[in-house]
């Protein structure tokens, strides 16, 4: 996991409620990101970050929201999580920005389940 | 039309023989292409990149990359049982930071 770690691993909660998930990584790599993946949609970027408190959308970042104080930290919250967004949730950290440097580890990921 | 596109399968492949991985995608100034191996309830774990034209080998692995016909391929020399799992292709796109993914193909190796 290239020193990634997510929390929760699991989460159960209801349709309306915030949510936060953690994400802490120890290499010091500058960029960051937030996926989800369901069956059929691969992996798909929800957010990411290119450094502290500079964060960008990905292409399905409707209803989530991310930040980044942090060098280590990135949380990805659900504002008001709906059943569609049940899924697992994976954060990845890595370089960027150039042949040859481009290199992507991933945590180990959320399981979140939306009653 | 998605940007990095593989077959889903399941492909199944007896042990021992080549299994041959396909991606295909979109974005004519993407410069890097990756592929990453996930077993079921896993994270994805790099395998190979290649920024190159041509192959590039690394143990049983091969990744070929055709930026002509935007093409990326994963071959797989002898196959073992603990080769199955879900491959990903990516590209990091002309996007600055965004490495986009494929849907993943399904690979089973049949002893």
């Known amino acids: 996991d290239a020193g990634i770690t997510q929390s929760p691993r699991h989460k159960v909660t209801e349709t309306g409620t915030p949510v936060t998930l953690r994400c802490h990584q120890t290499e010091n790599h500058r960029y960051m990101y937030w996926y989800r993946q369901d069956p059929g949609h691969g992996l798909r970027l929800i957010h990411y970050?290119?450094?502290?408190?500079?964060?960008d959308k990905g292409e399905v970042s409707d209803g989530y929201s991310v930040s980044r104080s942090k060098t280590e930290d990135f949380l990805l919250t659900l504002e008001s999580a709906t059943s569609s967004q049940t899924s697992v949730y994976f954060c990845?950290?890595?370089?960027?920005?150039?042949?040859?440097?481009?290199?992507?580890?991933f945590g180990p990921g959320t399981r979140l389940t939306v009653l | 039309q998605k940007e990095v596109e593989q077959n889903s399968g399941p492909l199944s492949v007896p042990e021992g023989a080549i299994a041959s991985l396909n991606c295909t995608y979109s974005?004519?100034?993407?410069?890097?292409f990756f592929w990453y191996r996930q077993y079921s309830g896993k994270s994805p774990e790099l395998i190979m990149s290649?920024?190159?034209?041509g192959d590039k080998e690394d143990g049983r692995f091969t990744a070929q990359l055709n930026k002509a016909s935007q093409y990326v391929s994963l071959l797989i020399r002898d196959s073992q049982p603990s080769d199955s799992a879900t491959y990903l292709c990516a590209s990091f796109g002309s996007s600055a930071s965004k490495i986009i993914f494929g849907s993943g193909t399904r690979l089973s190796i049949r002893p």
């Open positions: 290649i920024y190159s034209n």
């Open positions: 990845a950290a890595g370089t960027s920005g150039g042949i040859g440097t481009d290199t992507q580890y």
């Open positions: 970050s290119y450094g502290v408190k500079d964060t």
């Open positions: 974005d004519r100034v993407s410069q890097s």
